[in-house]
């Protein structure tokens, strides 16, 4: 019963369109009751009918009005012209005795039961149905007294009434159900979230951690005794005061979403080829190098710091210097080859410690829409393809 609607909105939105349809089935009992009496009339010409259906005309007016404006003073004025013409028309038909007028009787008591309107709660528009149908079985049954017909228990007004009233009944217990839940639901959705950004920082922190420490810790280890190289120190220090500062949490989000990235010259990738040359890797860059101006920002920071990972695992353990970068530019992705021609290893017989290709590679890569490829065989080298979707083509968004 909410149609999806938020809780501050479903109560209200319900009870108006509730209000709507019962004004728009007391128009339609009262376009009936006048057609009854247009039939009958046609079919008695010496009958004098005319007086009903005058009668319907004030209680359709007023119930327009009733529902444009809702106010206590128009639902009143409902229930007393609607007695007034309820009694006028039933006195019309009981005083000459026309067989069958029971359905047109019903028709027009129902219109004025229906004086409810929009944005009532359960108990008003009870009370005020419950005197609408009051009113109208009182002017129906002194109309009917007064004629001198024989008055009897009208059981389709009352069962219209009681339907109705058990329907609002049923929305009411509804809505109050709704209600309880809707701050559940809240909170389910704000604990997804949250885990999903919890995800996204752990795996970036565990990324970034073997990129770092791990790499430097592996460095230090395979380096000469005596002095620190100046540019492992340099590499060293400036990673420091990235896990130190907190801009790694946010710098993938500084750039609007599907806001293109920079130019190759200022690209990640770039600058990942040229921070492994530095480290005494020889790397070509070959193809459509431009196409990763292509893509977004984060994806751009992403692959960067992905393809810089696959060259220091070249240069650590390929037992190659020279390694080559082949990027492809299509409608919607850029890919990124990186082949070496060393010592290569079997996939399937990497150990679960090794994070590099899980943590830096496939899962940086995973978190921004892209995909992941490896082939590699012992003695014959390996090669890597890295496929981005490019700014606009739903993959950051979809990462997101």
Not at 69 to 97: D, E, K, M, P
Not at 273 to 299: H, M
Request: one cysteine or more; charged letters at 20%.
């Amino acid at each position: 019963m909410s149609l999806g609607l938020p809780s501050h909105l479903a109560s209200g939105t319900i009870t108006r369109s509730f209000g709507r349809a019962l004004h728009a089935i007391g128009l339609t009992c009262l376009v009936s009751a006048l057609l009854t009496a247009i039939v009958f009339q046609a079919a008695d010409p010496g009958a004098v009918l005319w007086p009903a259906m005058i009668a319907v005309l004030p209680m359709a007016a007023l119930l327009l009005i009733n529902r444009r404006r809702r106010s206590l003073f128009a639902a009143v004025s409902y229930l007393a012209v609607g007695a007034a013409c309820t009694y006028w028309y039933v006195i019309t038909f009981s005083s000459q005795a026309i067989a069958g007028d029971s359905f047109s009787e019903s028709s027009i008591k129902v219109a004025l039961l229906l004086v409810a309107g929009p944005g009532l709660g359960l108990i008003r528009a009870a009370l005020w149905m419950g005197a609408g149908y009051l009113v109208a079985e009182l002017a129906a049954a002194a109309a009917i007294l007064q004629s001198g017909a024989r008055w009897t228990f009208d059981l389709t007004t009352a069962i219209v009434f009681g339907t109705i009233l058990v329907i609002l009944i049923v929305s009411h217990l509804s809505l109050r159900r709704f209600r309880r839940a809707q701050p559940v639901l809240h909170r389910s959705v704000r604990d997804e979230q949250v885990a999903t950004m919890r995800f996204r920082i752990e795996a970036k922190a565990a990324a970034l951690m073997h990129d770092t420490v791990l790499s430097h810790l592996a460095a230090l280890g395979s380096a000469r005794d005596g002095e620190l190289d100046p540019q492992l120190r340099r590499q060293i220090t400036r990673d420091l005061e990235v896990l130190i500062g907190e801009e790694w949490l946010d710098d993938d989000e500084s750039g609007q979403e599907g806001e293109s990235g920079t130019d190759w010259q200022q690209s990640g990738l770039r600058q990942a080829i040229e921070e492994s040359r530095a480290l005494g890797l020889e790397v070509e860059a070959t193809g459509n190098l431009a196409a990763v101006s292509s893509l977004g920002r984060e994806a751009s920071i992403a692959l960067g710091q992905a393809a810089k990972q696959c060259l220091v695992n070249v240069l650590r353990h390929s037992g190659t210097t020279r390694a080559e970068v082949v990027v492809y530019g299509a409608d919607d992705e850029v890919s990124v080859m990186i082949i070496d021609a060393g010592k290569g290893f079997s996939v399937t017989e990497t150990g679960a410690d090794r994070l590099g290709l899980r943590q830096s590679v496939r899962r940086r890569i995973e978190l921004v829409g892209g995909k992941v490829q490896l082939w590699s065989t012992p003695g014959y080298g390996t090669s890597i393809m890295i496929r981005m979707p490019m700014a606009g083509h739903g993959g950051e968004a979809a990462a997101r």
